[in-house]
């Protein structure tokens, strides 16, 4: 199938698959993309307690019986984008706040003293405010400190990622939000993130680059979870043909409560999420899958050895937050509330090993401190 | 007994750290395999914490520490995190592992003999990962490798020897102990590999992820032992034509 490809014929396919064609793919050893689609259709929507016994099965196998944990520090609530779900969109009054390096790096000591080594550095798209001499130099002063430093900002160029891998960044996260392009258009109205193509280049990009590990994913509530399942592992199937060095990541974030008030267009159950991600681990099987605080305690430890491998915790989504929980400015209200210690405990009761180192910065070689590379 | 760089061990089966549900579990189950050699991923441990779970978990005077570059994409990278490692306190020994394709985890043998040359003249102990190559075992320990690790089948899938052909090369010509690593799914390919005269197995996986990590080890421990036994008894040749436990061949007639 081709990449991207059309939604409504997703839908179209979707729709035609029969219950026999969902047997069939269940019990085929590796799943191809008819096999996902048939997985993701509505005539597989009984078939959730086998799907997730073989994602369990795989996942285990491949990750054995562990979670990595990290957690996300937001930089900034600058952004020049009006996506109509975001809380930091810049039609909304909330209090914009950027934080100094010298502040990145205190809400970092912050997480560094709970416990975390993985960190994911967020911020809203603002590249005059916050670049890649911001993100460059931060990288370089965070990377003693923290066994892998990722990103999840501004979409940038290859030359960019070059410089910021260099500088200790060692994964980009960027999601195309909507595999739509009808939908994506009407919800991108202003910005630069109005391009779903540049968007859509972007974990390529990234890869390109060099970066250990490129995740992608798609923010359920927007349109069909379905037919947007079915085009995130294409997506990931056309980026594992092109950088076979490369990890890749998968991240299912729901729309949760924000500023703005913007209502799901297409809701999803969590029966849905959980059907989106078994799919997708019997699709990949070396794929890590993330579940982050957007979702409530009680899915994610309901949802522990079933596919995800990676989950956050203790978050904080407003800029500053650590250090002062009072703080407003929050992209979303989390659904999770637990810190690291509790997370980790709930997950050891699980019969898991939370790991909180999996990565080093040695593998990657060090630029000199304030050389401007590239 | 199986001798690796001059240092003597009285198990031949070596295991991972990696995938069990907790580091206590870990331990019981390293503890059962009679192991005397543990490998442990670099990327796993904070070399600079000295309370650090995976490092304090065993007893370093009771095992031979066997540092690996799980991770690393090329030789740079290995050789960077070996130095590291190194200063860092974590010995000599190293299990070289250059592994670009993070879905198969297949060793590159080009970075592999780059990384072995320069770690081998910088004093390490170095014990490559390889695929079951029988030319690339010779280039390695002509490298200097300490022992040879080749693969019976892709890391982490269980499914055995399968590529028992070039093993069998590779054992007939080796001049350093051989150690199948990864793939070993069940006790039984630890014993066909080595009855086929490997030196040595690395099991992980299997272990870690059982349902009972504990007995799955002592079922390795055993199946090793007596795959050796059987090796070093010498087993019959196989064959496609039935032959007599009591062989009449009907020679009486020779004087």
């Not at chain 1, 839908?11 to 219950?19: E, G, I, N, P, Y």
């Not at chain 1, 009006?82 to 930091?88: D, Q």
């Not at chain 1, 500023?259 to 699709?283: C, H, K």
């Not at chain 2, 695929?131 to 499914?159: C, F, K, R, W, Y």
Request: glycine residues 8%.
């Amino acid at each position: 199938m081709d990449f991207p490809p059309l939604f409504n014929d997703l839908q179209a396919r979707l729709a035609a698959v029969t219950v026999r064609e969902v047997e069939r793919s269940l019990a085929a050893e590796r799943l191809d993309v008819a096999g996902l689609i048939a997985l993701l259709s509505p005539a597989a929507d009984d078939m959730l307690p086998p799907m997730a016994k073989r994602s369990a099965a795989i996942t285990r196998q491949r990750f054995g019986s562990t979670m990595q944990l990290y957690a996300p520090l937001y930089l900034s609530n600058l952004c020049q984008n009006r996506c109509l779900y975001c809380g930091f969109s810049a039609d909304n009054r909330i209090e914009r706040r950027i934080l100094t390096i010298e502040e990145a790096e205190a809400e970092a000591a912050i997480l560094h003293d709970r416990g975390f080594s993985h960190i994911l550095l967020v911020a809203g798209e603002a590249p005059g405010r916050l670049g890649v001499d911001y993100l460059e130099e931060l990288a370089l002063r965070l990377r003693d400190k923290f066994a892998a430093v990722s990103m999840e900002v501004q979409p940038l160029s290859t030359l960019e990622y070059a410089r910021l891998f260099r500088a200790g960044i060692t994964a980009v996260a960027v999601y195309q939000e909507t595999y739509d392009r009808e939908i994506y258009a009407s919800l991108h109205p202003a910005g630069p993130k109005r391009d779903f193509d540049f968007r859509l280049g972007t974990p390529a990009r990234a890869a390109a680059a060099g970066m250990r590990e490129v995740g992608i994913g798609a923010l359920l509530g927007l349109a069909d979870w379905r037919a947007e399942g079915v085009a995130l592992a294409l997506h990931l199937a056309w980026l594992r043909q092109r950088f076979w060095q490369t990890s890749f990541t998968v991240s299912f974030p729901r729309l949760r409560p924000a500023e703005g008030g913007f209502a799901p267009l297409a809701p999803v159950t969590e029966r849905d999420l959980a059907q989106l991600l078994f799919a997708m681990r019997l699709f990949d099987h070396d794929v890590g899958l993330l579940l982050s605080t957007r979702e409530e305690a009680r899915f994610r430890d309901g949802m522990l050895g079933f596919g995800p491998t990676r989950y956050s915790a203790g978050s904080c989504t407003a800029p500053g937050g650590y250090g002062n929980p009072a703080l407003s400015g929050e992209q979303f209200a989390v659904g999770d509330h637990r810190s690291l210690a509790e997370v980790s405990a709930m997950i050891r009761q699980h019969g898991f090993d939370p790991v909180r180192k999996d990565w080093d910065s040695s593998f990657q070689q060090a630029v000199a401190q304030g050389s401007q590379a590239a | 007994m199986l001798t690796i760089a001059g240092r003597i061990f009285s198990s031949r089966l070596i295991v991972g750290t990696g995938k069990f549900p907790s580091s206590a579990l870990m331990r019981a189950a390293i503890e059962a395999s009679g192991a005397e050699m543990v490998t442990v991923a670099l990327r796993r441990v904070d070399l600079n914490d000295p309370g650090d779970d995976l490092m304090t978990m065993l007893d370093r005077h009771q095992y031979v520490f066997l540092p690996n570059t799980s991770g690393a994409r090329n030789a740079d990278e290995a050789v960077r995190l070996a130095r590291l490692a190194r200063a860092a306190g974590a010995g000599e020994w190293l299990k070289l592992e250059v592994t670009p394709d993070p879905r198969t985890l297949l060793p590159d043998p080009v970075e592999t003999l780059k990384a072995t040359e320069v770690l081998v003249k910088e004093g390490f102990i170095v014990l490559p990962y390889m695929n079951a190559d029988p030319i690339l075992a010779q280039h390695l320990q002509e490298a200097g490798a300490a022992a040879v690790m080749p693969l019976g089948s892709l890391i982490g899938t269980n499914q055995g020897l399968l590529t028992r052909f070039q093993l069998e090369i590779i054992i007939a010509q080796a001049r350093v102990p051989v150690v199948v690593d990864a793939g070993l799914g069940a006790p039984s390919h630890a014993a066909q590999a080595m009855e086929m005269g490997a030196d040595a197995v690395l099991i992980n996986t299997a272990i870690a992820v059982s349902g009972d990590p504990v007995r799955m080890a002592q079922a390795f421990a055993a199946a090793v032992k007596a795959g050796r036994d059987a090796f070093e008894a010498g087993l019959g040749v196989s064959g496609p034509v039935a032959a007599a436990s009591s062989p009449q061949a009907g020679l009486d007639f020779l004087r």
